[in-house]
């Protein structure tokens, strides 16, 4: 091996070396330590026993567990949906839109951060009280029932992760909708496709890496979502993060919680795969608009 190629093998290195340290650190590790004490007897007093065990792991089989899981991937899987199909017209719109108007679309979008997430969550507390505005609206509107209850329920879970995740959806959707060449949809109508063909059958295809970042931008936080539902889904909405924080503080039961994340981990990891294993050959780009014809 010659003197250059150890020097680009060196300078290979020194550019990765951090990254991958920081995933060790921050990922890797954490992921282990979880795992181990998960195989750990729980402690009386709150702490982690000695000793190695599988008794922990088969308390996953709590009939209560399935339950959870089950709601965490729907109300996740869910509002990934919702979030798509919200965000891709919206994105479309923005890439076509004029200078100014994509400034102010992209302006809104982003001007949620500028608070607090708690902030907006009570915010949306307050909206969906019982005595709050909007049920006096629909009250009014005979769309509901005065018994009706819009907090502490898995819709009212869904309905506030679906805004927060939205602008999530709409940038990465954007960012691929502004590379697209809009000539094919136009040389699609031209060939006798209807607008919502051609915006689904060559728009849709041909944003498909954005739509995979977005997908994963916005289920993976979602499943391991904590907040929402402790503040507007109580105990009959409450997902998988709400009792891996009820095991840990609660009952001080720091392995069954340990074995709870590693299930959450598996099942934000499984996604991830998925669609990275999807989109290994990379993005092939819209069909010829004469397909869709």
């Given at each position: 091996?010659?003197?250059?190629?150890?020097?680009?093998?060196?300078?290979?290195?020194?550019?990765?070396?951090?990254?991958?340290?920081?995933?060790?650190?921050?990922?890797?590790?954490?992921?282990?330590?979880?795992?181990?004490?998960?195989?750990?007897?729980?402690?009386?007093?709150?702490?982690?026993?000695?000793?190695?065990?599988?008794?922990?792991?088969?308390?996953?089989?709590?009939?209560?567990?399935?339950?959870?899981?089950?709601?965490?991937?729907?109300?996740?899987?869910?509002?990934?949906?919702?979030?798509?199909?919200?965000?891709?017209?919206?994105?479309?719109?923005?890439?076509?839109?004029?200078?100014?108007?994509?400034?102010?679309?992209?302006?809104?979008?982003?001007?949620?951060?500028?608070?607090?997430?708690?902030?907006r969550i009570f915010a949306w507390k307050v909206v969906l009280h019982p005595d709050g505005l909007l049920k006096q609206a629909l009250v009014w509107c005979h769309l509901?029932s005065p018994d009706t209850l819009l907090l502490y329920r898995p819709e009212a879970v869904l309905l506030v992760m679906v805004y927060t995740e939205l602008p999530f959806a709409i940038l990465p959707l954007y960012a691929a909708a502004e590379k697209f060449d809009f000539?094919?949809?136009?040389?699609?109508?031209?060939?006798?496709?209807?607008?919502?063909?051609?915006?689904?059958?060559?728009?849709?295809?041909?944003?498909?890496?954005?739509?995979?970042?977005?997908?994963?931008?916005?289920?993976?936080?979602?499943?391991?979502?904590?907040?929402?539902?402790?503040?507007?889904?109580?105990?009959?909405?409450?997902?998988?993060?709400?009792?891996?924080?009820?095991?840990?503080?609660?009952?001080?039961?720091?392995?069954?919680?340990?074995?709870?994340?590693?299930?959450?981990?598996?099942?934000?990891?499984?996604?991830?795969?998925?669609?990275?294993?999807?989109?290994?050959?990379?993005?092939?780009?819209?069909?010829?608009?004469?397909?869709?014809?």
């Amino acid at each position: 091996m010659g003197k250059k190629s150890i020097r680009n093998l060196w300078a290979e290195g020194s550019l990765t070396t951090p990254s991958f340290a920081w995933l060790f650190i921050f990922l890797l590790l954490p992921m282990l330590i979880i795992l181990a004490i998960a195989l750990k007897p729980a402690d009386p007093t709150g702490g982690i026993g000695q000793g190695w065990t599988l008794k922990t792991l088969m308390s996953l089989r709590n009939p209560n567990y399935p339950e959870v899981i089950f709601r965490t991937l729907w109300l996740s899987v869910t509002t990934t949906a919702i979030t798509l199909a919200l965000a891709t017209p919206i994105a479309y719109y923005i890439a076509r839109s004029t200078p100014w108007k994509r400034d102010l679309v992209l302006f809104l979008t982003v001007i949620p951060f500028w608070t607090s997430f708690l902030i907006r969550i009570f915010a949306w507390k307050v909206v969906l009280h019982p005595d709050g505005l909007l049920k006096q609206a629909l009250v009014w509107c005979h769309l509901i029932s005065p018994d009706t209850l819009l907090l502490y329920r898995p819709e009212a879970v869904l309905l506030v992760m679906v805004y927060t995740e939205l602008p999530f959806a709409i940038l990465p959707l954007y960012a691929a909708a502004e590379k697209f060449d809009f000539s094919l949809v136009e040389a699609a109508m031209d060939l006798g496709a209807g607008r919502l063909r051609a915006f689904l059958s060559v728009f849709v295809p041909g944003i498909w890496n954005g739509l995979v970042s977005a997908c994963l931008m916005v289920l993976i936080p979602c499943i391991g979502s904590y907040v929402i539902p402790d503040v507007v889904g109580g105990k009959g909405a409450a997902m998988l993060g709400n009792v891996i924080a009820q095991r840990t503080f609660t009952d001080r039961n720091l392995p069954a919680a340990s074995a709870l994340a590693a299930v959450l981990t598996i099942v934000m990891l499984l996604p991830l795969f998925y669609f990275l294993r999807r989109n290994k050959g990379g993005d092939e780009g819209p069909r010829p608009a004469k397909e869709v014809v």
